[in-house]
């Protein structure tokens, strides 16, 4: 049955409310994607809602991509119908011009213009064939890398971006929650959970254990795979998580010819208080052939995971309520999602709308 879980008992089941995590009124500090690089050719404009913001994103006859807040600062004519004149973009309107850090430099119908006016622009990284954009001129740190994957050169492919009807700091969780390994995914291991929180933007969490044996099936993946299991993701700003499954896992418990394997997800909600997740595979650049197959079974191994708790995002309101000991990599990450600081991009709205809960009055008739 679907429900919707957000307008559901607000009365005698009371939730609580935080800083940062589980708001949609909040957009933390942080790289968010913007399409892909191949979609936006040199000399060419878009609009594109960026976490509930509207941007124009233009790449430049140098072949860089710049981005600026999407309405017109004269009348607010969208400027992703605008036109790219060098490193500039043209407001199809009245052709104001403004320049990548939003400087208006031209106003045609004044005879000389030096105008004060500006628009506000963002930082801007193309990583991993997509577009980034962060929600400040200037961004204090690069886009997530995987730690087992730094500096090496990568092949990737982004898969369709799809939706989640709850907040995306909670979808996140399914990383890093222990007791549903055994519950839902039928592993059966005395994981040891590792979180590094020492680094400002992102967090760092490592799960280990032996392999288990008590089932047939298990045996086998014990021989085929060896005696110790080991995943570790990286989360950045509440928004990108980097993930590396089968770490450290040996044939026969000998040969480590069996790949690990990387994914990333990026995380937004857009206009609608939706979560949208994109899924991006990464593998170390070898040969088109061993990639292609490496990115596909990447794919395959987080369709087979994402396939057993799906449902689980579709129907939840999160509470802390009844936190056990067991659950402590559950506080931590909520700690650290609450440390980040709230962006411009953060929105207006109510305490309902806040906490997802559309027509309340329809709610309480
Ligand atoms: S609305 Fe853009 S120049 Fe007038
Ligand atoms: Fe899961």
Request: with cysteine; aromatic share 10%.
């Amino acid at each position: 049955m679907k429900i919707d879980p957000n307008q559901q008992n607000n009365n005698t089941q009371p939730r609580p409310t935080f800083k940062v995590f589980n708001r949609w009124d909040v957009v933390a500090k942080g790289w968010y994607q913007a399409g892909l690089s191949t979609d936006l050719k040199k000399g060419k404009a878009r609009g594109v809602n960026v976490s509930g913001q509207h941007l124009v994103i233009y790449r430049g006859e140098s072949g860089e991509v710049y981005a600026l807040d999407g309405f017109c600062p004269h009348m607010g004519v969208d400027l992703g119908i605008g036109s790219v004149e060098k490193e500039s973009i043209k407001c199809f309107f009245h052709h104001w011009k403004f320049d990548n850090e939003g400087r208006c430099t031209d106003i045609p119908c004044l005879k000389e213009s030096n105008s004060k006016i500006k628009n506000q622009n963002y930082a801007v990284q193309e990583k991993y064939g997509m577009i980034w954009v962060y929600p400040e001129a200037k961004a204090p740190y690069e886009v997530l890398e995987i730690p087992e994957l730094k500096g090496l050169e990568l092949s990737s492919t982004t898969d369709k971006t799809y939706k989640r009807s709850c907040h995306y700091h909670i979808t996140m969780i399914n990383g890093i929650d222990p007791q549903h390994l055994s519950t839902v995914h039928n592993i059966h291991m005395d994981m040891s959970v590792d979180i590094d929180a020492s680094e400002k933007d992102s967090i760092h969490i490592l799960l280990e254990g032996e392999t288990p044996s008590e089932s047939a099936f298990e045996r086998v993946i014990k021989k085929l795979l060896g005696s110790r299991y080991a995943y570790s993701m990286k989360y950045q700003s509440a928004c990108l998580a980097g993930l590396t499954v089968l770490k450290g896992v040996k044939l026969f418990g000998r040969w480590e010819v069996i790949p690990t394997l990387h994914m990333l997800f990026s995380y937004q909600s857009n206009i609608e208080g939706e979560t949208l997740v994109t899924p991006i595979y990464l593998t170390k650049k070898r040969n088109f052939l061993t990639d292609w197959f490496l990115l596909k079974l990447t794919k395959l191994s987080f369709l087979f995971l994402q396939g057993e708790d799906g449902e689980v995002y579709e129907n939840i309101r999160f509470s802390t309520a009844n936190l056990l000991p067991i659950d402590t990599p559950v506080t931590k990450y909520i700690k650290y999602v609450n440390s980040l600081t709230p962006s411009k991009w953060s929105k207006n709205l109510d305490a309902d709308q806040a906490l997802g809960i559309r027509n309340r009055s329809e709610v309480n008739v």
